[in-house]
């Protein structure tokens, strides 16, 4: 076993210096209650960096041995200023005095390689301060940690002791946990950093695999590309100077074959000449006679082409004065059209209108009508009553008879009078209707009068242009 032996000095119920073992490859610790077997294993525990309060300790100090009946140390106050004595008092145990001994733990560890023995060794002070020494040489917590991790002691995992409750809180544990607990038991999770770095790594690496894989499979294929290519460019080169020995042999061909023909020529030119040359030389006086015919007549043409140069320009300066008047023609036939469509609308808006209003006065006619045969009809109910009573002087009306017929004629009044006056304005609105559309048709007649006129000046115009460009034409050509 590793562990050789522990050295304890005043821990728990170890008196002074006691050194228990060695220990062997297996030890058991026997003995009734209260012979200290716990306190051996706390003092391990102690040692190997286990708290306080994991060792059945409220805090550092319960681990130092008291005798049995002493009392219980308590910690020092701070200072008091009393105001009125202004001096400086301390609470102390129940007999005034600190204990001046703390306790200490010693593991010898024997590296079964090497064969060398490691001290780690943890002390409480009196006061309850704790320090950690590896062979005797006090250490920081963080070196003594890792002096511990390296012979396989992780206190974080606390893998060297099986306290009681660790198999029920392992059973209860859930796979993750389980897995972080193995990662920290056998330290794989301080190699989380390397291994995310190394995975990142690799995926880069696989990435840039990838990416080198498609690139030289691009560059294979244009290479298939390009060496097609080339063997088409190197078929399209033999193509050419196939070609350009056929066209060479070709042309040599042509340029023999045009030698002889020349030859040939010359050689039939030759005697044709000896042959007709009096014949010859008659033709030429003759196209000599001819030509000067011609050169007589070109100038003829040439004088006339002049003329109908200078005619010509002065048509065309015709043109250009009579080009603004068939513009300006053009423009006024414009106009005309656009008023002659207004007071078209004009007219048939006045039409509509005087159609309505014939409509309204054929409306009030009728009414009118009735209420000149109502008061028709009372006028001879009146005659009626009148002779009823004898003669036109003794016509003698009673009270209520006279009432009624002043009521009557009263309401005839006022029921006749709203239609007159309705009948003579629509009779003046239509007089007026009838008189603007008449003013508006012979507008309109003024209108296509001078519509008809300005477009017979511009066919005229148009006919004048075409016979001008018709002549142009001509002589440009004669010319």
């Not at 706390?42 to 040692?47: K, P, Q, R, T, W």
């Not at 041995?65 to 105001?83: H, I, L, N, T, Y």
């Not at 309505?356 to 045969?373: F, G, N, P, V, W």
């Not at 003046?428 to 003024?446: F, G, P, Q, T």
Request: net charge neutral; glycine share 4%; charged share 35%.
């Amino acid at each position: 076993m590793p562990v050789q032996y522990l050295e304890l000095e005043n821990f728990k119920s170890y008196a002074g210096r006691q050194r228990i073992g060695p220990f062997h490859s297996f030890t058991s610790v026997i003995g009734p209650n209260g012979a200290g077997k716990s306190n051996l294993m706390d003092a391990i525990s102690f040692v190997l960096g286990v708290q306080s309060r994991d060792l059945r300790s409220s805090q550092m100090k319960d681990l130092i041995f008291r005798p049995p009946g002493a009392p219980k140390v308590v910690e020092d106050e701070p200072e008091v200023q009393d105001s009125d004595t202004k001096k400086k008092k301390r609470k102390r145990s129940s007999k005034g005095q600190s204990r001046k001994f703390g306790a200490k733990a010693t593991l010898v560890y024997l590296d079964s390689v090497t064969g060398e023995e490691t001290r780690y060794s943890r002390a409480i002070s009196p006061s309850g301060v704790g320090e950690y020494q590896l062979n005797d040489i006090t250490v920081s917590f963080s070196e003594y940690e890792e002096a511990l991790a390296d012979i396989g002691v992780l206190l974080k995992a606390r893998n060297f002791l099986i306290f009681q409750g660790d198999v029920e809180s392992m059973a209860r544990k859930t796979p993750k946990q389980l897995t972080e607990l193995f990662e920290q038991v056998c330290g794989s999770n301080e190699l989380a950093e390397d291994y995310d770095a190394a995975f990142l790594a690799k995926e880069d690496a696989e990435a840039s695999t990838i990416f080198a894989y498609n690139k030289l499979k691009g560059y294979k294929s244009e290479r298939k590309l390009l060496k097609d290519q080339r063997e088409e460019a190197a078929r399209y080169n033999a193509k050419l100077e196939s070609k350009a020995a056929l066209q060479t042999e070709y042309f040599l061909w042509q340029l023999f074959h045009l030698d002889q023909d020349i030859k040939e020529a010359e050689a039939r030119m030759k005697e044709y000449q000896e042959k007709y040359h009096s014949t010859l030389e008659l033709a030429e006086d003759e196209t000599k006679k001819a030509w000067l015919d011609a050169k007589k007549k070109a100038s003829e043409v040439r004088r006339a082409c002049a003329a109908a140069e200078r005619n010509r320009v002065r048509l065309a300066g015709t043109v250009d004065q009579m080009q603004p008047s068939l513009i300006q023609a053009k423009e006024e036939i414009k106009n005309a059209t656009r008023q002659v469509a207004k007071e078209k609308d004009k007219l048939d808006t006045l039409l509509k209108e005087a159609s309505q209003h014939a409509k309204t006065l054929a409306s009030i006619d009728a009414e009118l009508e009735k209420y000149e045969r109502c008061e028709s009809e009372l006028q001879a109910k009146y005659e009626a009553i009148k002779k009823s009573g004898g003669g036109e002087d003794d016509v003698v009306l009673t009270e209520e008879q006279e009432l009624e017929y002043a009521r009557i004629r009263e309401a005839a009044a006022v029921a006749s009078a709203k239609p007159r006056a309705e009948f003579e304005r629509s009779k003046k609105r239509l007089d007026i209707s009838r008189v603007k559309a008449r003013r508006l048709e012979s507008e309109v007649n003024e209108l296509e009068t001078l519509k008809a006129q300005a477009s017979r000046e511009v066919d005229d115009l148009k006919q004048r242009r075409d016979l001008l460009q018709k002549v142009r034409p001509q002589n440009n050509y004669t010319h």
